[in-house]
């Protein structure tokens, strides 16, 4: 580990949670807070999202990782990533064809059913070693990666394959984050397969199967 690295990193978060934070407080002011979703729509709205999502270790091809898990992760980060889609701030295609047809209103019912399918895992503490690295990152990602802000996702029991592609893709600047960017961009290969490790075998996140039918919810 680098120390010079790591007194850099604290500084920037320092300086990215101040940023976080003034965005954080205008995302807040200009839409209503999120628990307005109506989970029933929402899951009428998600049948075609678990046919990829819903299917405990499915995976992405070409590159060839899994799909992320989205049980228990915050609505408020749902939110935000399909909207990362839309406007193609993140680069994958096919979510890109997925959200842009996406009102915000529909966005807000989809995370509210993925939020009534059950909450994130949470261990009394954090299993095995942490890599170094962490302290960095568990200042927004939470002790053991269950984040406690609503804006920033909790990377606990996530595919270890997906973190990884997320972190190539900030620190590549194929998906456009200011803060990850920031975070990603001095991560060595090996920085990143410890720190994937690590936050993919904590309990937390899991893979949400469509326990509401289409037809019997409700889609007004
Ligand atoms: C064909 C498979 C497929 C379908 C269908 C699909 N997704 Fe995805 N989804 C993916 C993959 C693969 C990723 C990771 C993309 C990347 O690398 O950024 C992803 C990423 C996401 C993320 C970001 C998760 C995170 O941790 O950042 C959200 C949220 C999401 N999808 C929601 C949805 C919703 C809602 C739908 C339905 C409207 C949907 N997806 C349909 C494959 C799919
Ligand atoms: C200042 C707060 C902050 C710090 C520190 C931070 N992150 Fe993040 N992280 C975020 C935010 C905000 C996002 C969502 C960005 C977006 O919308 O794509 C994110 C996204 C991620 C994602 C993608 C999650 C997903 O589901 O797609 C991974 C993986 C990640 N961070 C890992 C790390 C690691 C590893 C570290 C430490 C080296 C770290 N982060 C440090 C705020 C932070």
């Not at 604290?10 to 989970?39: C, H, K, W, Y």
């Not at 609503?150 to 803060?179: C, F, M, T």
């Not at 990603?184 to 309990?203: G, K, N, V, W």
Request: hydrophobic share 35%; proline share 7%.
């Amino acid at each position: 580990m680098q120390p010079s690295f790591i007194k850099h990193a604290r500084l920037d978060v320092l300086f990215s949670l101040a940023i976080v934070g003034s965005i954080a407080t205008t995302t807040v002011m200009a839409q209503e807070p999120t628990a307005t979703g109506n989970p029933a729509r929402g899951a009428v709205l998600s049948s075609s999202c678990i046919g990829c999502h819903g299917i405990s270790g499915y995976r992405n091809a070409y590159p060839t990782y899994r799909v992320p898990k989205l049980g228990g992760q915050h609505p408020d980060y749902i939110v935000i990533a399909l909207q990362g889609y839309k406007n193609q701030m993140r680069p994958h295609k096919t979510m890109h064809s997925q959200a842009v047809s996406l009102s915000d209103q529909d966005m807000k019912d989809i995370a509210a059913f993925f939020a009534s399918q059950g909450a994130i895992q949470k261990a009394a503490a954090p299993l095995g070693t942490a890599p170094e690295m962490a302290s960095t990152c568990v200042v927004c990602h939470g002790e053991g990666g269950v984040s406690s802000v609503p804006n920033w996702p909790s990377l606990a029991g996530q595919h270890k394959d997906y973190i990884i592609h997320a972190l190539k893709e900030y620190k590549g600047a194929l998906r456009k984050d200011p803060v990850m960017g920031g975070m990603a961009a001095p991560l060595t290969a090996q920085d990143i397969e410890e720190l994937a490790t690590y936050f993919s075998s904590q309990p937390g996140l899991s893979t949400v199967h469509n326990a509401v039918s289409p037809k019997t919810a409700s889609s007004k």
